[in-house]
């Protein structure tokens, strides 16, 4: 199953190859008028292409969406604790830079006031961060293969039922249901769906090891990698809200599928499968929904920038050589596990290792996996809150001190080497004195006087320092998700985990078996025995890029569309999971998948 990108992306070459084909003079005209169609209708030819996703999304049972959007509410509030966070440092720095100005002294008390005010909140927010974060990595939301699980044809769900069975027979029975320019459009978008569908999921077996129902995992994330791939070549799917608006429908409410669209598919279905014998066609209408949803939250991840550095005076004060500065952060990924081996590096670039042979470079290791994070994530949110902890404290037990220009004994013994234990400071009574005084006003002699002390310079570069390292979490976060398989890994494509699946490997004998801890090794090629009968067939060429399978299923769609529109008759269903490899046609197992060898009946093309 192809990701909603790569649809797109090859609908649209599709459609364009079509209108420049030296087609047959008897196809001319219909030619022409579907091009038309497509043109005038895009939204319908988009829902034919992604009628698997549609499909998907109605048969589940809705909790991966629902992941997604808490994912995408977390994220969102840590944006804002960033962004507060650096409005509150411009605030103090402003006001330090300009000490004697009448109004620095209650501006910085405003700003330590709103430190405060971020404590509470951001203990919630990292609280439900923890939870959401030990549960994706179970990696639950992404189900097992009713296949894979010996399940019966009648139990399957319509998003793997369409992958599997009458897949040609239904892209010509879209054509031969349709009547309007709008159906027209929308079967040219099933056609384009079954071809892509085709082609990339031969592509995705080949780089992941085996099919979608043998490493779930590791599909998934080739899919969204590939996904991200062509996001970064192809402006007019970079961003999945648009996409999602390019599926909108006119003179239905906000975020309806049409009446027409509706009963066009319905009636697809049924002029295509023996209906009673499988599970009823789910909501349509729900499917279309979530996947417009999902399209949406999907661009709510974009990373901010980055913190800019402390104002000139305090480069000069905090750094042996102001003449060369730390430079500011320049990818979320400076110390961002579990992709990353520590602060400060960039991982290697996958290119290959034993049995890959096109590159010197190892391949992912276990730091690829999601489990590595989990640890690291929870001791950075405790260090965030100790220092906002801290950050509460500024108006009360440095100012006796400070206001007369001295060093505070407070900062001395709980902050200067030791914020982040800030929960557990053991406040003498003359401490918790002066933070019961904490809220008396500051008066503009008192902070002036502050101002000059060195430990206030100090204080602007911790302040610095919490908000990168609350950028390094927001790109923590993003990692954590896309390396979960629930986003796309947008510019993470050189990290050994995603560049694995963007260029053919060298070992092209397959199916793989599953991996037992699936879980745990997903991020490396499998390891299992073949799966009898083996596949030894490589279509796509060792190292070819996804642009290869995109090139093919351009050309097969537009040779399938001209034999549908001459009459020539359905001659193969092909399984659009490629489970047994390239062109395979629709199959069933006989007996266990377990069985060594499995057991294959291929289904002749009039059968279910």
Known sequence: ???????????????????????????????????????????????????????????????????LKEASKMWTEGLGLYTEVGRIRSEIESALVDPSNPGSASRFCDATLSFRQLMDHAKDTFTEMDSLGKRLRKMSHIPRHPRQENEPLSEWGWGDVFLARRTDALARAAFSEAGTAETRAMAFGILSGYATNAH?????????????????????????????????????VRSCRGMADSLRFTGVPDGALPGDAIDFINRTLAATYDLPRLTPVPDLGQGYERLITQLELLDTFGQPAPPALPAPQFITKMFSDPAHPPQSPTTPETATPPYAHGPGVVPTTYSGGPGFGYGQKPPPTATDSTADSESACGSFCLAVLAFLAFAGLLGGPCWGEWADGKSCTFWEKHVAENWRNAFTIDLSQEEKDALAAQNQPLTANNFAAAAGVPQIDELVSQLFDLQVRLWEALGKASAFLSGCGLIYPEGRLEFPLYRQFLAVPNDTVQPHRPEPDDVGTFYRYPRTELENPVDFSAPVPVGADPGRFLAVSVSDCVQEWEDIADGSPGVVNLDLDADRGVAHPCWSTVGSIDDDPVGVDVIAYPDQ
């Open 200 to 236: 990339g999921s031969t592509y995705l077996t080949q780089v992941v090891g085996g099919p979608r129902r043998s490493h779930r995992f590791r599909d998934r994330i080739a899919r969204n990698a590939v996904g991200s791939w062509f996001g970064e070549r192809y402006p007019d």
């Open 1 to 67: 199953m192809i990701d909603a990108r790569t649809h797109v992306v090859a609908l649209s070459q599709q459609i364009d190859m079509l209108a420049a084909a030296p087609v047959h003079p008897r196809l001319a005209a219909a030619r022409d008028q579907l091009v038309g169609d497509c043109a005038e209708h895009r939204a319908y030819a988009r829902l034919g292409a992604l009628l698997d996703h549609v499909l998907h999304h109605a048969a589940s049972d809705g909790s991966e969406l629902e992941l």
